[in-house]
C-alpha cells in the first residue's frame, strides 16, 4: 500500500508498506522534494510506487542505504532518471542480500540495481543545496541529507524508532550509533525526517529520549559483564523482552546482538 502525504511546499512523505488486514505491517517513509526522491520505498507495494511515479516528473533518486525497505522500488527507475548512492550502498545494490521469509512477507526482495551513480558530497535541487553526511552506525554505508537553509535533516534509519531500543542486528555498531546520534542532535535542526517516523519536529529532544535509554542499557550491562554475568544472564536480569516478531526474524535480530554490541563494539568503523 501507498499514502501520499504533503508536509510542506517542497516535501511529500510517500508512505509504503505490506498491507494486512487493510492496515500497514509497518510504513517506510520515502520523501519527494521537487523532482528528486529520497530513497525507494518497499517492494512489496511496487505496483502503487509505479504508479506515483508515472504521474510525477522524477529525475534523480538519492539513496541512504541498501537495505530492502529503502530500495524496493528502486528497479521501476533508470533512463532519464538518474540513481545516486555511495559506493558502499552501490555494492549492495548490484547484488543484494537474499532477505529470508520473513522480511520478504514485512517488505519485499529488492532485485539487483546495476545503473547507478556515485553520490558526490553536495547536490541541489534547484535552490536546494544538500550535505552528504556519513552516519554510521545502523549501517556502515548509510549516509543523510542536510539542508543548512531550511534545517532540514534527512535521517532516514540514523535514530532508532523505539524509545528504548532492545534489539539490534550483528552488523549494527550501537556505540557508533550513539556518536551518530550524539553528531545530529548538535547540528542545527529544525525539521528531522525519519524514514519510519516521517518529519519529526522536536529533534533534539526525540534523539536525546533515545541516546539516554542505550546510555543507561550500556552501563547497567557493563557492570553486571564485569561481574562475571552471561549475555542470557545480562538479558534476564535487566529484563529485556524484544518485539513479539523477533523470532520470526530467525537471527536477523537479537537482544544478544544489541548487547554485544554495548559491550564490545567501539564506536569507530
Ligand atoms: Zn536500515
Redesign the pocket.
Known sequence: MIEIVPYNDDVTCIKTATEQDGQAIMFVYSFLIRDTLFDAGCGNAVREFEEFASKNEINQVYIS?S?E??VGCLHIFGGKTKIYANEMTQKNLREPQQIGEFFDFVWGQPKPILDINTMLDTFSIGDLSFEVIPLPG??AD?IGFYEPKKRWFFS??AIPLPSKKKIAMPEENVPLMVVTMEKIRDMDIEILFD?HKGPIENPREYIQTRIDYINMIQKEATALHESGKSIDEIQVALDLEGPWYLEMTKDRFGIDFFLKSLLFDKAEQ
Open positions: 542505504h537495505h525497505d529503502h545502523h549501517a548509510l532516514f534509519d524514514s
